[in-house]
């Protein structure tokens, strides 16, 4: 990951960019990552500072993780720490004031599920704590589990989330979504099995099998969000 420190009119905020699904720099699927340092930090609490900071990011997802208390019976080895998801949609001046800053400029929304960024929480995550080798995550979705071994990291995301809905080819959001999907993921024409939707959440593509997820090169700026934004702040255990 490439690691800065971020200073706006807030105090200095340490992040994180992150490629996913990819051992090699600047390719996969990054994600902007925030740890705050402790679960009373202030500016954990308002969700306009998390959406503008976003923005600010302008990646496809931020996550944001606040540490929480861990239950008393709780193993030495699991961290517990709560997550949320954000994301720019799109960027336009307000007619009466064309030269605000970005952050009044841009919309953006809490998404309720997102894995890629998920994954590269936990990466940073296990970076800063190498004694936990579990993380649960209280989301939106419930609870998220993030394990690793020495050599990778794996996650538990709930299946039943919400009931999908099947489209067909031929429907407006069928073509829509095949549409992003190639031209975020050109290799993947001819490939694509299906196409669903869950409540809240974007389209969820199926491809073949024998598609290599880890090396598919995805174009991350071409994907155009199509979930709503659900009023969340930050889940509890």
Same mark, same amino acid.
């Given at each position: 990951? *490439?690691? /800065?420190r971020? @200073?706006?009119i807030?105090?200095?905020?340490?992040?994180h960019?992150? &490629?996913?699904f990819?051992?090699?720099? /600047?390719?996969?699927?990054?994600?902007?990552?925030?740890v705050?340092? @402790? +679960?009373?930090? $202030?500016?954990?609490?308002?969700?306009? @500072?998390?959406?503008?900071?976003?923005?600010e990011?302008? %990646?496809?997802?931020? =996550? /944001? =993780?606040?540490?929480?208390?861990?239950?008393?019976? $709780?193993p +030495?080895?699991?961290?517990?720490?709560g997550?949320r998801?954000?994301?720019?949609?799109?960027?336009?001046?307000h007619? =009466?004031?064309?030269?605000?800053?970005?952050?009044?400029?841009?919309?953006s929304?809490?998404v309720?599920?997102?894995?890629?960024? #998920?994954l $590269? #929480?936990?990466?940073?995550?296990f970076?800063q704590h190498?004694?936990?080798s @579990?993380?649960? /995550?209280?989301?939106?979705?419930? !609870?998220?589990?993030?394990?690793? #071994? #020495?050599?990778s990291i794996?996650?538990?995301?709930?299946? &039943?989330? +919400?009931? %999908?809905?099947?489209?067909e080819?031929?429907c407006?959001?069928?073509d829509s979504?095949?549409?992003?999907? %190639?031209? $975020?993921?050109?290799?993947l +024409?001819?490939?694509v099995?299906? *196409? =669903?939707w869950?409540?809240?959440?974007?389209p %969820?593509? !199926?491809?073949?099998?024998?598609? &290599?997820?880890?090396r598919?090169?995805?174009?991350?700026?071409? *994907?155009?969000?199509?979930r709503?934004?659900p009023?969340?702040?930050?889940a509890?255990?």
């Amino acid at each position: 990951p *490439i690691t /800065f420190r971020l @200073t706006t009119i807030m105090s200095p905020l340490p992040f994180h960019t992150v &490629d996913a699904f990819t051992s090699k720099p /600047f390719t996969g699927n990054p994600a902007a990552v925030i740890v705050w340092p @402790t +679960a009373t930090d $202030a500016r954990s609490s308002g969700s306009a @500072t998390l959406l503008s900071l976003a923005a600010e990011f302008n %990646l496809s997802e931020t =996550a /944001f =993780a606040l540490p929480l208390p861990s239950p008393a019976d $709780a193993p +030495a080895h699991e961290g517990h720490f709560g997550l949320r998801w954000f994301t720019p949609t799109v960027v336009r001046p307000h007619p =009466a004031a064309p030269h605000q800053p970005r952050s009044n400029m841009q919309d953006s929304q809490e998404v309720k599920l997102c894995g890629h960024a #998920t994954l $590269a #929480t936990a990466h940073v995550l296990f970076s800063q704590h190498p004694h936990l080798s @579990t993380l649960r /995550f209280a989301s939106l979705s419930g !609870e998220l589990i993030a394990s690793r #071994t #020495t050599s990778s990291i794996s996650l538990d995301l709930p299946a &039943d989330l +919400a009931p %999908l809905t099947l489209c067909e080819p031929g429907c407006e959001r069928y073509d829509s979504a095949l549409r992003t999907a %190639l031209a $975020a993921a050109p290799t993947l +024409a001819g490939r694509v099995l299906g *196409i =669903a939707w869950s409540t809240g959440m974007g389209p %969820l593509v !199926e491809v073949e099998d024998l598609v &290599d997820l880890e090396r598919l090169e995805v174009d991350s700026t071409k *994907i155009v969000s199509a979930r709503g934004p659900p009023a969340g702040s930050w889940a509890e255990s």
